[in-house]
């Protein structure tokens, strides 16, 4: 027996709501983000305001802030309890490319084309403004595998890179060196940078690792040597 005109009409109705809140969530997911990087150090006297003003972006919609600790600064007397070599090397890949002859801290990289010292109030604000979101191809990370869409790979080629942070912020006490006994937080500390691959253009699937318990995943599609995020997602 076939249901009245009136219980029909509710459940088309709510068909095409259902419908429209999945073309909601889909969208919001593939939203591309402004990736800001802080590379910063626990021995470094300057860091700490720009730690704070990063805090203060980490949670706004379409923002990927990450915490790159770097390691050149231990020998002043506090070994970095997040610094690891590679994110000194990933600091080091940006300079020639944003006109320095060098690293320093702290720095702000946005999607890897941009950058500030970041411990003024507003200059980091300032460059996301400036610098807009990503505006390469598609990145959807989903089911155990990463999948990057067609288009246009500047110079045939760009790295994939898998980044697992810790989200939220954490708070470390500092006792030796030019930060001694202050306790200094962090927002989304990076524990680990490892590339996974390179997309040349065409659409791609990458398995996407099981992350370590308690961290979160991004992955970055970068033009090589330090060049520009075109892409980025996380979890």
Not at 52 to 62: C, E, R, S, T, W
């Amino acid at each position: 027996m076939s249901g009245s005109p009136a219980k029909s009409r509710f459940v088309a109705l709510s068909s095409l709501g259902a419908l429209a809140l999945a073309a909601s969530i889909v969208t919001a997911q593939a939203q591309p983000l402004t990736v800001v990087e802080l590379f910063t150090s626990q021995g470094c006297s300057s860091c700490p305001p720009a730690n704070a003003n990063l805090i203060k972006v980490k949670d706004q919609p379409g923002v990927l802030a990450l915490s790159f600790n770097v390691t050149y600064w231990d020998y002043l007397g506090w070994k970095d309890t997040f610094g690891r070599q590679e994110f000194t090397q990933r600091q080091v890949s940006y300079e020639p490319p944003l006109g320095h002859d060098g690293p320093f801290t702290p720095q702000v990289v946005v999607n890897g084309h941009a950058d500030v010292v970041g411990a003024a109030p507003g200059e980091i604000e300032h460059l996301i403004s400036a610098s807009g979101r990503t505006s390469g191809p598609s990145l959807s990370l989903d089911g155990g595998k990463i999948s990057i869409g067609a288009g246009s790979a500047p110079g045939g080629r760009a790295d994939v890179w898998l980044v697992r942070y810790q989200r939220g912020v954490v708070e470390v006490p500092v006792a030796r060196g030019e930060n001694t006994g202050r306790t200094l937080p962090h927002a989304n500390v990076v524990h680990s940078l490892a590339k996974l691959g390179s997309w040349t253009g065409n659409a791609t699937d990458l398995p996407l690792p099981a992350a370590p318990g308690g961290l979160s995943t991004a992955v970055l599609v970068q033009s090589p040597g330090g060049g520009p995020i075109l892409a980025a997602a996380t979890n």
